[in-house]
């Protein structure tokens, strides 16, 4: 039922911020018990939980992004978004917008693997580059 779409440039310059926004229709970011994550693939590698903005807003951040992630969300638009600041080419992947809903307090919902999250956007593609 709920349909998700990351949108944002695809290109981004070294020392630059990556700003992304992901945009929900099908039901609010608000409605309880929904987690709302970024997720990335760098190429040949694997997916990599980078953050999460619960429905009450609080959000929490993978431990080796946190000094240069922030996910916030806009609940007129219902949209949340991610800036990764002073990027390098390591950041370098396809980015994700995804939900899971679990009637579960926000700790044990990030143990869970990107695998068994309930709908995802496309994936947009963001190069960084100079």
């Known amino acids: 039922q709920v349909q998700l779409q990351e949108s944002g440039p695809g290109l981004v310059k070294p020392s630059q911020t990556i700003s992304l926004t992901c945009t929900v229709s099908g039901d609010s970011i608000t409605t309880n018990y929904y987690y709302w994550s970024w997720i990335r693939q760098p190429p040949g590698k694997g997916l990599e939980w980078m953050g999460m903005?619960?429905?009450?807003?609080?959000?929490i951040y993978s431990p080796s992004l946190k000094s240069r992630a922030s996910i916030s969300r806009d609940t007129s638009k219902n949209q949340f978004t991610l800036q990764l600041s002073s990027v390098t080419p390591e950041d370098t992947a396809v980015y994700y917008c995804?939900?899971?809903?679990?009637?579960?307090?926000?700790?044990?919902?990030?143990?869970?693997?990107?695998?068994?999250?309930?709908?995802w956007g496309q994936g947009t593609q963001v190069t960084v580059s100079s």
């Open positions: 995804a939900t899971i809903r679990r009637i579960a307090p926000m700790a044990s919902v990030v143990g869970l693997t990107p695998h068994e999250y309930d709908f």
């Open positions: 903005i619960a429905y009450s807003g609080s959000t």
